[in-house]
Each structure stands twice: as C-alpha cells, then as structure tokens.
C-alpha cells in the first residue's frame, strides 16, 4: 500500500515536470520574433585616412577604380566622418559604348557611391556623381537621417581612352551641404581596359604642380645665386681695372 502511494507521488512529480517543460516551449513559440541586425556606418569626429580598395564593373570588364572613399557629413556645424570599407562593398553597374556606370553599395543600402562615365570622341571622364550614408545618429537623442548629394560636372576625372586619370592629392567633391565625397588617392578607367589593366597615366593637376613648383622654385634659386655670383665677380674686375689706371 504505501509502495503504491510512493508510486503514485513519483508519477505526479514527472507529469508536472513534463508540463512545465510544455509550458515553456509554448511561451517560446509565440515570443516575436526579434528584429533582423540593419546595418548602420558610425559616423566618427576625427579624420583619418581611407583604405583603398579596387572595385571593378562585375560583368564586362570596362571600369576599374582604385581609391580611398570617406564620407563627410555636417550636421550641427560640425564634421563626421565614415571610411568606405572595402571588404562590405557590393560593386555593379553597367557598361555601353558612350555609357557606363559604376556603383558601390553597403549593406542593407547603408551607403552608396555611383559614378557615371561619358565618353566623347577619344576622351573619357566623369559626368555624373551620387552618393548617400545612412549612418547611426551622431548625438544621443537625434533621429536617424540619410545624407546625400550629386555633383554633376562637365569632364570630371578625364583622360584620353584607354589611359587611366590617377592622382595621389586628395579629391574633395562638395555634393550637398551637408554631405561631401573624399576620394584619396584616385587611379580610374572606363571603356577601354587591356585585360583589365590600367594604361598609361594621366597626372592630374594638382599633382603636377606639386612635383614642379619645387623644381622651378630651386631653378630660380639656383639662376639667381648664379647671378649674383656673376655680379660680385663683374664688380671686383670692374674696381681691379680703375685701381691698375691710377
């Protein structure tokens, strides 16, 4: 009898068990399911320099572009920044014979970057560039906002067919008041690529001024110390001369 009551209790204590481990499978079944992760770019208060990537048109090989790409937004009269990261870059775009685009896009349509080409008798360039960030507020208490812009520019970037525009200086292109592109250092083709090789090298002109102005500034130096050396020299010859007469 008392075995059976034992039984008996033991029975009670695993139904409830088995209950309760129902019950929670249950609850767990009809919690919401938690929202998907949406990618976000933080935005940062001090400037650094941008990695580099290399992005190419994924179908027909007719764009290649090397550079560093930051994002500089106002807001609140200050600057933020955002580097492009390489590695999270979905490149696309398309190609034609005087037409081809190139755009890089984050996660979740977070930023973007598209640049259009134009090409125009033996020359290429830039025609047409968009960009925009969605990034996380930058205070505490500010609303979520996208920042975007387009320049649209008459031979931005250009160089002849089948040569590639590179610069090292920094190009700093305003796209809306509140946002700006950063492209540092640039090498860029469209249309025509040799097996998707860069040709030859166009400089821009800040480069060239760069590497020159030091050149033509010791020439200078250099002609007017040639000349001053040449003066003194004329002098003492010259007082020689009227000395020997007296």
């Not at 695993?14 to 976000?40: C, D, F, M, N, T």
């Not at 977070?110 to 930058?138: C, D, E, M, W």
């Not at 097996?195 to 400089?203: L, Q, S």
């Not at 050149?215 to 020299?233: E, H, K, N, P, R």
């Amino acid at each position: 009898m008392m075995l059976t009551a034992q039984t008996g209790g033991w029975c009670l204590i695993i139904l409830a068990i088995i209950a309760g481990v129902q019950l929670q499978e249950k609850e767990r079944s009809v919690q919401p399911a938690s929202e998907p992760h949406v990618y976000k770019p933080a935005l940062q208060p001090t400037e650094t320099t941008p990695p580099i990537g290399t992005y190419k048109h994924v179908g027909k090989s007719c764009i290649k572009a090397t550079m560093g790409v930051q994002y500089i937004v106002i807001e609140k009269k200050k600057a933020w920044y955002y580097n492009l990261e390489p590695s999270r870059v979905r490149t696309g775009g398309s190609c034609g014979e005087e037409a081809a685009v190139l755009s890089l896009t984050l996660p979740d349509d977070a930023a973007s970057l598209q640049l259009t080409f134009r090409k125009k008798g033996n020359i290429f360039y830039v025609s047409n560039l968009t960009a925009h960030v969605s990034p996380l507020p930058v205070c505490q208490g500010c609303s979520n906002k996208t920042y975007s812009g387009v320049l649209t520019n008459d031979k931005l970037f250009a160089a002849a067919d089948g040569q590639s525009f590179k610069c090292e200086s920094e190009n700093l292109l305003l796209t809306s008041p509140e946002l700006r592109i950063r492209l540092v250092p640039l090498q860029i083709q469209a249309f025509t690529l040799l097996k998707g090789h860069y040709g030859k090298e166009v400089e821009c002109w800040v480069d060239f001024t760069k590497r020159v102005i030091p050149i033509i500034l010791g020439a200078t130096v250099v002609g007017l110390f040639l000349i001053a050396v040449t003066t003194s020299l004329f002098i003492k010859d010259h007082h020689r001369e009227g000395y020997d007469r007296v």
